[in-house]
């Protein structure tokens, strides 16, 4: 029985091929039984299912059974039997069982079953091993695969953006410093402030709010290309739905419109929704029951709608003549508030919505200027129980309307000059967007709190692990 190889629960709960030898290797979930015989259902991480091993007591050294508690890791091997018991059609009963790791009852944090999400943030090391993140980390890599797929088979690039930049794209200025000066005793200059001539960089650089502006220049010469990664923001936003440390997935098209820009945006949520119900309906079914019984409904309904497109200045047209009571104002030329957001997706139209043409004092230098010179091509998608899920814009490709926005705000050219020379050289119409993965994986497992979809969380006051 040596020569046996070890095979995934995912694969042996497939198969029928029974009363054969085999061996797996898992974690123990339950020990459950009496003093002849245990029921042990070993979890490997591979499908959200247990598989149960019976073994006979007298068969097995007592020290090894007094191992075998909840959060052992154990290796078994044994004949795979078609079951008679209720709950599972398949077990094995154990022949050799090696404890590779024991898990103290008096001190493993998860003993018991029933642990609130709260207290699984606080042991963000061992609650991948909870049935609830085993599920919300198999479906966030099928959606990082999923997002792979749909760009490569439409013909995008994968372009790598920096992480360490030296410009702010959304110009809001919430950035993490990056530098390896002594925050003691930096070195000054002769005015007296920090001399960052004299740092790593030999400038003040930053971690990246958004790959973009970056972003942009591969558009504007591989046509199609689209940024996956960590960005990092330093506002001290405590909500559900703001990480400091979040992925985005951010494509970038030349020749594309803002029509063409929702047309890609609303195709591309349809088919990681759809990709979701196909390849992960054991995890999406096991939340479903757990957390959201509205979970699956929800995501056929968002596949079977067409997304409503309107301007943000229909938006608040509606908003202010809706009679609803909001903690936050409304009026055009203020930002909308996640609560305005759903109201207008969850109460109005019931269907993900499509903003576009915002003002352009709420919204980021780089976007197309509309001719009333008072709205910009900007794109918000909000979806049912996040808000935004979606920001984006067709971009400004005029060089003299680009130069002069950025003067208006007073944003330093030297940090954009190879921006600008963009739109000097060879410019195009192009648009573009950007996907919190994060909110993604939200809306599709159906969570509540951004902090239990990202395995390490980071967010103000936070980052223990
Ligand atoms: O709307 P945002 O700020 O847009 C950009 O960064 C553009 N440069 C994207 C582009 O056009 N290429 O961010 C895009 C999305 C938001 O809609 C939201 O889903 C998510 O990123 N997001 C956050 N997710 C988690 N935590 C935060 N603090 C987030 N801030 C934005
Ligand atoms: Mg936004």
Redesign the pocket.
Known sequence: MGQLKRIKVCDLLKSKDFDRDVQVKGWVRTKRGNKKIAFIALNDGSIIHNIQIVADIANFDENIIKQITTGACLSVTGKFVESMGKGQNAEIHAKEIEVYGSADPETYPLQKKGHTLEFLREIAHLRPRTNTFGAVLRIRHAMAYAIHKYYNDNGFYYLHTPIVTGSD??G?GEMFRVTTLDSQNPPLTEDGNTDYSKDFFGKETNLT?????E?EVGALALSQIY?FGP?F?A?N?NTP????E?W?V???MAFYDNDDNMDLAEDFLKYLTQYALDNCYDDLEFLNKMYDNELIERLKSVLASKFERLTYTEAVDILLKSGQKFEFPVGWGLDLQSEHERYLVEKHFKKPVMLTDYPNEIK?F?MKQNDDGKTVRA???LFPR?G??????QREEVYEKLYSRIKELEIPEKDLWWYLDTRKFGTAPHS?????????ILFITGMSN?RDVIPFPRTPQNANF
Not at 209 to 213: A, D, E, P, R
Not at 241 to 244: F, G, P, T, Y
Not at 432 to 440: I, K, T
Request: with cysteine.
């Open positions: 794209c959304e809001a709010v958004s790959g973009q502006l972003g940024t960005t923001r506002e936003s739905r703001h990480l400091a979040f985005m951010e494509p970038e980021a780089y794109l918000d998608v996040i935004e899920i979606i920001g984006g814009s573009g967007f950007g996907l919190g993965f994060e909110r993604l951004i």
